[in-house]
């Protein structure tokens, strides 16, 4: 089990952050494409699922699964949504996505006057703060890939 890559979009779709680990294939487009066809996938999915799920939608979409991989999703009250891509093998992880929202992301941008918001994070202690979470995570193999 592993994590592929984690994506931070805002609100309006700006790729805030993206950062991989053990992504075995590129998808050769331009990252900014990547970022903008993620972005509609996403916008697309949640769209879908509030409209034909037959139960009340308060948390909404939380993951897709694939044949290959899982997405697992967290957005925020504030429109900042979490992405990330991991193994099949790895259960619900929105409590792991709520932590980087509120203890990195929210610590360590919002509140920091030099990291302008809604642009991406330049941010070098998000950035190794980030990657030492995500390695420490039970889930994340260090001999994938």
Known sequence: MTVHNLYLFDRNGVCLHYSEWHRKKQAGIPKEEEYKLMY???F???SFV?????????????????????????????GIKVVMNTDLGVGPIRDVLHHIYSALYVELVVKNPLC???QTVQSELFRSR????????????????
């Open 40 to 42: 509609g996938m996403l």
């Open 116 to 118: 302008p918001l809604g």
């Open 130 to 145: 980030l990657d030492s979470y995500v390695r420490s995570l039970p889930f994340f193999s260090a001999r994938a890939g």
């Open 44 to 46: 697309s999915i949640r």
């Open 50 to 78: 509030s409209k034909m799920s037959p139960l009340d939608m308060k948390d909404g979409f939380l993951a897709f699964q694939t044949s290959r991989l899982q997405l697992h999703y967290y957005e925020t009250p504030t």
